[in-house]
């Protein structure tokens, strides 16, 4: 082959070789982000579909331009990494983590590399997961609910709405690791207003009938639900036996309270999803996740519900009605 035959075959036809088909087609192929989760699918549809609106209206349309690969334990933190692992052998472009800190600690063990949005109740700089909330460094960041840490303020409400109640008690579950940092942060703010706090578990549907029982034969004068994933896909059976053992329980999220529970305080359950959507699409546009700012609620809500406090012979003072941000009648 003549020497000038040779160069016109690098810059024509030959420039493909150049560029390996691979690395040509993974420039020109659909981001994908993997989804991974502690929870099952049905109790995340609302988040997920906060998430997929938020993707969408960023330019990012699942299905069309990006492809998002969900994968979820169904309450079985054992699978969480397995499940990851799945994910970075899929060569995900980023990894979104919802169900607590368990689900983020799976995927910062997966991989170094990938980027990783959380969505978490936990406090990620205790989780070990970031070095701190300003610059979390390495290739992690995400959206902290502060769950956890409301759980002094739940049960201080909880007090006010049930002053009768001298014992308290939480429910956790305890196949989560981090149950025992909800029971201890409830014991401390128990002991700062003179009552006593004791634990009730429940890790499966049965267990969690079990649970009320027990804690009505033990005393309890109100109950508290952990922060675990699995409450939260149980919303209609937890608010069902709180009514039957005329039980007044405080959940995390208004919408046990929309369903006829009693009390609630936290923020928005969707409004994270968007958030940490946010980030997902800045992060596909380059930025570094350790250079992003782990981001906080800055609203919380006060729910109540005053036909189910009608109902357990609770008077709710006005006061405590004007501060609440919302009465469902």
Do not use: C
């Not at 070789?17 to 099952?40: D, K």
């Not at 990006?66 to 990851?84: C, H, K, M, N, S």
């Not at 406090?309 to 919302?326: F, I």
């Amino acid at each position: 082959m003549r020497r000038r035959e040779f160069i016109t075959l690098l810059s024509g036809a030959g420039a493909a070789a150049a560029y390996p088909l691979p690395l040509r087609a993974q420039q020109n192929a659909t981001p994908i982000v993997g989804f991974l989760s502690s929870g099952a699918p049905g109790a995340f549809a609302e988040m997920t579909a906060a998430f997929n609106k938020a993707l969408s209206d960023a330019g990012y349309v699942p299905g069309k331009n990006v492809t998002i690969e969900f994968r979820w334990a169904e309450g079985q933190y054992d699978r969480l990494p397995a499940l990851a692992a799945e994910l970075v052998r899929r060569r995900v472009a980023v990894i979104a983590v919802a169900g607590g800190a368990v689900s983020a600690q799976a995927a910062k063990a997966a991989t170094s590399s990938i980027p990783i949005v959380f969505i978490m109740g936990d406090d990620p700089v205790k989780a070990g997961l970031v070095g701190s909330l300003n610059r979390p460094g390495g290739n992690i960041t995400g959206v902290s609910l502060i769950i956890a840490q409301l759980m002094a303020k739940r049960l201080e409400l909880l007090t006010e709405l049930v002053p009768s109640a001298s014992m308290i008690a939480v429910l956790v579950n305890p196949a989560n690791p981090n149950a025992q940092t909800d029971l201890s942060d409830a014991q401390s703010a128990a002991r700062a207003r003179g009552r006593q706090v004791f634990s009730v578990s429940a890790s499966n549907p049965p267990e969690i009938d079990a649970a009320f029982a027990s804690a009505k034969q033990r005393g309890a004068g109100a109950l508290i639900t952990g922060t675990d994933i699995f409450f939260t896909s149980r919303r209609e059976q937890l608010v069902a036996v709180a009514k039957r053992h005329s039980m007044p329980t405080m959940y995390q999220w208004r919408e046990f309270v929309v369903d006829g529970g009693l009390v609630s305080y936290g923020t928005s359950h969707t409004e994270p999803y968007r958030q940490a959507a946010a980030y997902i699409v800045r992060v596909l546009k380059g930025e570094k996740p350790g250079n992003l700012p782990v981001t906080q609620p800055t609203t919380f809500e006060l729910v109540i519900n005053l036909k189910t406090a009608n109902a357990l012979g609770l008077t709710v003072s006005p006061q405590m009605l004007a501060r609440a941000d919302e009465v469902i009648e």
